[in-house]
Protein backbone atom coordinates (compact mmCIF):
# COMPACT_ATOMS: atom_id res chain seq x y z
CA UNK A 1 0.00 0.00 0.00
CA UNK A 2 0.95 3.59 0.25
CA UNK A 3 2.66 3.71 3.22
CA UNK A 4 4.79 0.21 2.99
CA UNK A 5 8.00 0.23 0.49
CA UNK A 6 10.67 -1.88 -0.58
CA UNK A 7 13.28 -1.69 -2.76
CA UNK A 8 13.87 -5.10 -4.65
CA UNK A 9 15.49 -8.14 -3.13
CA UNK A 10 17.21 -11.03 -4.40
CA UNK A 11 15.06 -12.48 -7.15
CA UNK A 12 12.48 -9.85 -7.35
CA UNK A 13 12.55 -8.89 -11.02
CA UNK A 14 12.29 -5.37 -11.81
CA UNK A 15 11.17 -3.59 -15.86
CA UNK A 16 11.83 -0.29 -17.98
CA UNK A 17 9.16 1.19 -16.47
CA UNK A 18 8.89 3.29 -13.08
CA UNK A 19 4.88 3.19 -13.01
CA UNK A 20 4.86 -0.82 -12.53
CA UNK A 21 8.36 -1.03 -10.68
CA UNK A 22 7.09 1.64 -8.61
CA UNK A 23 3.21 -0.50 -7.76
CA UNK A 24 5.62 -3.45 -7.28
CA UNK A 25 7.87 -1.94 -4.96
CA UNK A 26 5.07 -0.67 -2.90
CA UNK A 27 2.95 -4.13 -2.89
CA UNK A 28 0.33 -3.19 -5.17
CA UNK A 29 2.03 -5.13 -7.74
CA UNK A 30 3.46 -8.82 -6.28
CA UNK A 31 6.81 -7.77 -5.01
CA UNK A 32 8.81 -10.15 -6.99
CA UNK A 33 7.48 -8.47 -10.28
CA UNK A 34 6.52 -12.29 -11.25
CA UNK A 35 3.05 -13.26 -12.95
CA UNK A 36 1.04 -9.93 -13.50
CA UNK A 37 -2.59 -10.66 -15.44
CA UNK A 38 -4.02 -8.41 -16.94
CA UNK A 39 -6.65 -8.56 -13.74
CA UNK A 40 -3.55 -8.22 -11.65
CA UNK A 41 -2.40 -4.99 -13.67
CA UNK A 42 -6.30 -3.39 -13.40
CA UNK A 43 -6.63 -3.62 -9.96
CA UNK A 44 -3.12 -2.21 -8.90
CA UNK A 45 -3.19 0.63 -11.69
CA UNK A 46 -6.74 1.41 -10.15
CA UNK A 47 -5.93 1.31 -6.49
CA UNK A 48 -2.13 2.85 -7.15
CA UNK A 49 -2.83 6.00 -9.20
CA UNK A 50 -6.64 6.06 -10.80
CA UNK A 51 -5.37 4.61 -13.72
CA UNK A 52 -8.19 3.10 -16.02
CA UNK A 53 -8.50 -0.29 -16.67
CA UNK A 54 -8.92 0.49 -20.61
CA UNK A 55 -5.22 1.17 -20.78
CA UNK A 56 -4.24 -1.49 -18.51
CA UNK A 57 -6.22 -3.97 -20.60
CA UNK A 58 -4.27 -2.64 -24.28
CA UNK A 59 -0.70 -2.29 -22.64
CA UNK A 60 -1.15 -5.12 -19.83
CA UNK A 61 -2.20 -7.52 -23.37
CA UNK A 62 1.10 -5.67 -24.90
CA UNK A 63 3.38 -6.84 -22.02
CA UNK A 64 1.88 -10.30 -22.21
CA UNK A 65 3.06 -10.83 -26.06
CA UNK A 66 6.40 -9.89 -24.36
CA UNK A 67 6.61 -13.10 -22.95
CA UNK A 68 9.34 -15.16 -24.82
CA UNK A 69 8.11 -18.53 -27.29
CA UNK A 70 4.27 -18.00 -25.86
CA UNK A 71 1.74 -16.09 -28.05
CA UNK A 72 -1.11 -17.23 -25.88
CA UNK A 73 0.86 -16.21 -22.49
CA UNK A 74 -1.75 -14.90 -19.84
CA UNK A 75 0.81 -13.49 -17.14
CA UNK A 76 4.21 -12.01 -17.60
CA UNK A 77 7.11 -11.22 -15.58
CA UNK A 78 8.38 -7.52 -14.85
CA UNK A 79 11.79 -8.35 -16.87
CA UNK A 80 9.77 -9.45 -19.93
CA UNK A 81 9.31 -5.98 -20.59
CA UNK A 82 12.51 -5.72 -21.10
CA UNK A 83 12.51 -7.47 -24.87
CA UNK A 84 13.42 -4.58 -27.24
CA UNK A 85 11.20 -3.11 -29.62
CA UNK A 86 8.99 -5.52 -28.82
CA UNK A 87 6.06 -4.48 -28.39
CA UNK A 88 6.72 -1.96 -26.16
CA UNK A 89 10.23 -0.90 -24.83
CA UNK A 90 12.05 1.34 -27.26
CA UNK A 91 14.89 4.04 -28.13
CA UNK A 92 14.81 7.81 -26.75
CA UNK A 93 13.38 6.77 -23.15
CA UNK A 94 13.13 9.24 -20.62
CA UNK A 95 15.23 7.66 -18.15
CA UNK A 96 16.88 4.69 -19.42
CA UNK A 97 19.45 4.10 -22.21
CA UNK A 98 18.83 2.66 -25.57
CA UNK A 99 19.72 -1.30 -26.16
CA UNK A 100 22.39 -0.66 -28.58
CA UNK A 101 23.91 2.47 -26.51
CA UNK A 102 24.61 0.60 -23.36
CA UNK A 103 25.58 -3.14 -24.12
CA UNK A 104 21.80 -4.50 -23.76
CA UNK A 105 21.02 -2.48 -21.02
CA UNK A 106 17.48 -0.77 -21.69
CA UNK A 107 15.98 -1.34 -18.23
CA UNK A 108 18.32 0.37 -15.51
CA UNK A 109 17.10 3.83 -14.62
CA UNK A 110 19.84 5.88 -15.66
CA UNK A 111 20.54 9.41 -14.11
CA UNK A 112 22.58 10.64 -16.51
CA UNK A 113 19.78 10.30 -19.20
CA UNK A 114 17.14 11.53 -16.88
CA UNK A 115 19.32 14.64 -15.95
CA UNK A 116 19.11 15.93 -19.36
CA UNK A 117 14.99 15.87 -19.05
CA UNK A 118 15.44 17.29 -15.45
CA UNK A 119 17.26 20.14 -17.00
CA UNK A 120 14.76 21.67 -18.85
CA UNK A 121 12.53 22.03 -15.36
CA UNK A 122 15.53 23.99 -14.65
CA UNK A 123 14.42 26.91 -12.18
CA UNK A 124 10.90 25.29 -11.97
CA UNK A 125 8.51 23.29 -9.04
CA UNK A 126 5.98 21.98 -11.50
CA UNK A 127 6.07 20.43 -14.72
CA UNK A 128 3.91 21.50 -17.76
CA UNK A 129 3.16 19.99 -20.54
CA UNK A 130 5.19 22.73 -22.90
CA UNK A 131 8.33 21.93 -21.11
CA UNK A 132 7.52 17.89 -21.07
CA UNK A 133 6.98 18.03 -24.82
CA UNK A 134 10.35 19.71 -25.50
CA UNK A 135 12.44 17.31 -23.26
CA UNK A 136 10.98 14.53 -24.85
CA UNK A 137 12.11 15.56 -28.39
CA UNK A 138 15.83 16.18 -26.96
CA UNK A 139 16.02 12.35 -26.21
CA UNK A 140 14.78 11.85 -29.87
CA UNK A 141 16.72 14.09 -31.24
CA UNK A 142 19.97 12.90 -29.18
CA UNK A 143 19.40 9.46 -29.88
CA UNK A 144 18.96 9.99 -33.40
CA UNK A 145 22.62 11.33 -33.76
CA UNK A 146 24.91 8.97 -31.57
CA UNK A 147 22.80 5.45 -31.86
CA UNK A 148 23.15 4.11 -35.10
CA UNK A 149 20.22 1.53 -34.66
CA UNK A 150 18.16 3.81 -33.36
CA UNK A 151 14.79 3.26 -34.38
CA UNK A 152 12.06 5.69 -34.25
CA UNK A 153 8.53 4.41 -36.25
CA UNK A 154 4.89 5.47 -35.25
CA UNK A 155 4.72 2.49 -32.81
CA UNK A 156 7.74 4.11 -31.14
CA UNK A 157 6.65 7.78 -31.67
CA UNK A 158 3.34 6.61 -29.95
CA UNK A 159 4.23 4.96 -26.89
CA UNK A 160 7.33 7.76 -25.86
CA UNK A 161 4.62 10.48 -25.88
CA UNK A 162 2.29 8.39 -24.09
CA UNK A 163 4.71 8.06 -21.60
CA UNK A 164 5.92 11.07 -20.97
CA UNK A 165 1.71 11.85 -20.35
CA UNK A 166 1.44 9.21 -18.28
CA UNK A 167 4.03 10.87 -15.74
CA UNK A 168 2.67 14.27 -15.91
CA UNK A 169 -0.29 12.89 -15.77
CA UNK A 170 -0.18 10.26 -12.78
CA UNK A 171 2.46 12.94 -10.57
CA UNK A 172 0.01 15.87 -11.20
CA UNK A 173 -2.65 15.32 -13.76
CA UNK A 174 -4.35 13.94 -16.24
CA UNK A 175 -6.16 16.85 -18.03
CA UNK A 176 -3.48 20.04 -17.53
CA UNK A 177 -0.62 17.99 -16.68
CA UNK A 178 1.00 19.66 -14.12
CA UNK A 179 3.20 17.87 -11.63
CA UNK A 180 5.24 18.86 -8.79
CA UNK A 181 9.12 18.08 -9.88
CA UNK A 182 9.69 16.87 -6.49
CA UNK A 183 7.17 14.16 -7.18
CA UNK A 184 8.50 13.39 -10.66
CA UNK A 185 12.12 12.70 -9.32
CA UNK A 186 10.88 10.70 -6.30
CA UNK A 187 8.87 8.50 -8.98
CA UNK A 188 11.94 8.08 -11.36
CA UNK A 189 15.20 7.88 -9.06
CA UNK A 190 13.61 6.09 -6.49
CA UNK A 191 10.71 3.93 -7.69
CA UNK A 192 8.42 5.01 -5.32
CA UNK A 193 4.73 7.00 -4.60
CA UNK A 194 5.82 10.23 -3.13
CA UNK A 195 2.84 9.46 -0.34
CA UNK A 196 4.63 10.65 2.12
CA UNK A 197 5.58 13.83 0.90
CA UNK A 198 2.01 14.55 0.16
CA UNK A 199 1.40 13.20 -3.53
CA UNK A 200 -2.27 11.44 -3.75
CA UNK A 201 -3.53 9.68 -6.28
CA UNK A 202 -5.19 12.03 -9.14
CA UNK A 203 -8.46 12.76 -8.49
CA UNK A 204 -9.58 12.60 -12.06
CA UNK A 205 -8.51 9.23 -13.93
CA UNK A 206 -6.05 8.65 -16.41
CA UNK A 207 -7.16 6.76 -18.97
CA UNK A 208 -6.98 6.09 -22.91
CA UNK A 209 -9.33 9.21 -23.39
CA UNK A 210 -6.73 11.33 -21.34
CA UNK A 211 -4.09 10.02 -22.85
CA UNK A 212 -4.67 10.63 -26.26
CA UNK A 213 -5.41 14.43 -25.68
CA UNK A 214 -2.32 14.97 -23.64
CA UNK A 215 -0.21 13.19 -26.18
CA UNK A 216 -1.46 15.58 -29.21
CA UNK A 217 -1.29 18.49 -26.81
CA UNK A 218 2.31 17.07 -26.40
CA UNK A 219 2.89 17.08 -30.02
CA UNK A 220 1.72 20.54 -30.59
CA UNK A 221 3.73 21.82 -28.33
CA UNK A 222 7.42 20.54 -29.68
CA UNK A 223 6.24 20.95 -33.14
CA UNK A 224 7.68 17.45 -34.14
CA UNK A 225 6.80 16.06 -37.34
CA UNK A 226 4.27 13.22 -37.34
CA UNK A 227 5.90 9.64 -38.77
CA UNK A 228 4.51 9.17 -42.44
CA UNK A 229 1.50 6.77 -42.01
CA UNK A 230 0.45 7.87 -38.76
CA UNK A 231 -2.98 10.34 -38.58
CA UNK A 232 -3.87 12.07 -35.36
CA UNK A 233 -6.91 13.56 -35.06
CA UNK A 234 -8.98 14.43 -31.68
CA UNK A 235 -9.23 10.95 -29.67
CA UNK A 236 -8.79 9.11 -32.81
CA UNK A 237 -5.17 7.48 -33.62
CA UNK A 238 -5.65 5.94 -36.79
C1 LIG B 1 7.93 3.03 -19.73
C2 LIG B 1 4.76 5.03 -16.70
C3 LIG B 1 1.99 1.09 -16.88
C4 LIG B 1 5.30 -1.01 -19.69
C5 LIG B 1 7.26 3.93 -18.96
C6 LIG B 1 7.66 5.29 -18.78
C7 LIG B 1 6.78 5.86 -17.92
C8 LIG B 1 5.81 4.85 -17.57
C9 LIG B 1 6.80 7.29 -17.41
C10 LIG B 1 8.83 5.98 -19.47
C11 LIG B 1 10.14 5.65 -18.82
C12 LIG B 1 11.26 6.30 -19.58
O1 LIG B 1 11.07 6.81 -20.68
O2 LIG B 1 12.40 6.28 -19.06
C13 LIG B 1 3.75 4.12 -16.45
C14 LIG B 1 2.62 4.33 -15.55
C15 LIG B 1 1.85 3.21 -15.62
C16 LIG B 1 2.48 2.31 -16.55
C17 LIG B 1 2.39 5.56 -14.73
C18 LIG B 1 0.55 2.90 -14.92
C19 LIG B 1 0.33 3.20 -13.69
C20 LIG B 1 2.61 0.20 -17.72
C21 LIG B 1 2.07 -1.08 -18.11
C22 LIG B 1 3.02 -1.67 -18.89
C23 LIG B 1 4.14 -0.77 -19.01
C24 LIG B 1 0.69 -1.60 -17.70
C25 LIG B 1 3.01 -3.03 -19.55
C26 LIG B 1 2.41 -4.08 -19.11
C27 LIG B 1 6.32 -0.12 -19.91
C28 LIG B 1 7.53 -0.41 -20.65
C29 LIG B 1 8.28 0.77 -20.66
C30 LIG B 1 7.52 1.75 -19.92
C31 LIG B 1 7.93 -1.73 -21.30
C32 LIG B 1 9.65 1.01 -21.30
C33 LIG B 1 9.54 1.86 -22.51
C34 LIG B 1 10.85 2.57 -22.75
O3 LIG B 1 11.04 3.65 -22.18
O4 LIG B 1 11.67 2.04 -23.52
N1 LIG B 1 6.12 3.68 -18.23
N2 LIG B 1 3.64 2.89 -17.02
N3 LIG B 1 3.85 0.35 -18.29
N4 LIG B 1 6.34 1.18 -19.47
FE1 LIG B 1 5.06 2.00 -18.18
MG1 LIG C 1 13.72 2.31 -23.62
Request: proline share 7%; charged share 20%.
Amino acid sequence: NFSTWSPPGPGDVRSPCPGLNSLANHGFLPHNGKGLTVPILIKALNDGMNVGADFATVIGGAGLLSVPGNLLATSFDLDNLDEHNFPIEHDASLSRADCYENNGDNYSFNQTIFDTVLAYYDGMNETSIQVAAKAKYNRVTTEEKRDPKFTYTPQQFILSYGETALYISVMGDPIYGVAPIEYVKIFFEQERLPYAEGWRPPTTQTNLLTLGDMILALNAANGEEIPEGLEITTNTLK
